[in-house]
């Protein structure tokens, strides 16, 4: 049981210093949800694997790989595909691609 316990210490610690850093939108997508998937898969892999650290560390792995991976096309960055004139003359952007 305590070794239970110090896994999921390690991987909220983890998730947690992650989660805090300032960086541009698209990095920060990835580096949260690399976090939070490395957590939740540290958790879930503890408890079926009935404690064993291995276990934890797996579903850290998986989950942090594939949190990152989500975390990255949800915070993929639009371009502009059509440009237009707003009444000053200024070149806006009319049309964004996802």
Do not use: E
Not at 26 to 31: S, V
Not at 60 to 80: E, K, L
Not at 84 to 96: E, L, P, Q, S
């Amino acid at each position: 049981m305590k070794r239970k316990a110090i896994v999921l210490v390690l991987a909220l610690a983890g998730a947690v210093s992650l989660s805090a850093c300032q960086t541009p939108q698209q990095q920060q997508g990835t580096f949260v949800g690399g976090a939070l998937g490395a957590g939740t898969g540290a958790l879930i892999g503890s408890a079926v694997s009935n404690g064993s650290p291995g276990g934890a560390i797996a579903g850290a792995v998986i989950g942090g790989v594939g949190g990152a991976m989500v975390g990255n096309a949800v915070t993929r960055p639009h371009h502009c595909v059509r440009h237009g004139y707003d009444v000053y003359g200024n070149r806006i952007c009319v049309r964004w691609s996802s």
